[in-house]
């Protein structure tokens, strides 16, 4: 399974370079990416990745109505939007994945839980993210970071209003070491984000 993740890898980030526009700097960071990998110098995020998937890939997901309860009702001042069945509660949107938004649709959410079948989908995006060395794109107005906020390694997109995006900012990281979550917002930077989400209204989500 090592072996499959680190060739798909070199795989992911040779397209990405291929496909990525004209910018000598991003390409050279993109196979300063995949030089690493291929030669071993990642080894300790490799090990960190591995044992997640591990571990993950033996735990039984949550039902349905698990993720439905644990799911936040409210992001410090912003509540719960209704369903598209005009219901104050979020949403299955796929298999252990569960959705919503807040505000009137100042943030979103999605929660998957990466146990069992999804260890896969939910971990090699993240190593992708932990490994990626390209901070800014389209002349700066896009920028990612890598920040540990209480305790929790999260990656970060900030866009410039310029950009016309429907968000502003979106952060990805791994709750619990268990739960991929994606948050993305409005009008605000990730550390307003951060902020806005609170860290204790993921507590229904702790294993």
Known sequence: ???????????????????????????????????????????????????????????????????????????????????EQNTKEPEITDTQLVAGSFGDDTIRMEILDAAGQKAVGAILPLKMLHLNKITSESNNTIRYSKIERNGILTFGTDRDANTKADFQSELRFLYGNRFYVTLVGKGMDTDALWKAMGIDNLNGFRN
């Open 1 to 83: 399974m090592k072996n499959i993740l680190s060739l798909t890898l070199v795989i992911v980030l040779l397209a990405a370079c291929k496909d990525t526009p004209k910018s000598n700097s991003n390409k050279s960071k993109i196979m300063e990416g995949v030089m690493n990998e291929i030669t071993g110098k990642n080894e300790e995020i490799n090990k960190k990745y591995d044992l997640l998937l591990k571990e993950l890939g033996a735990k039984t997901p949550l039902t349905n109505n698990q993720l439905i309860a644990a799911f936040p009702k409210k992001l410090n001042h912003l509540n719960l939007d209704p369903s």
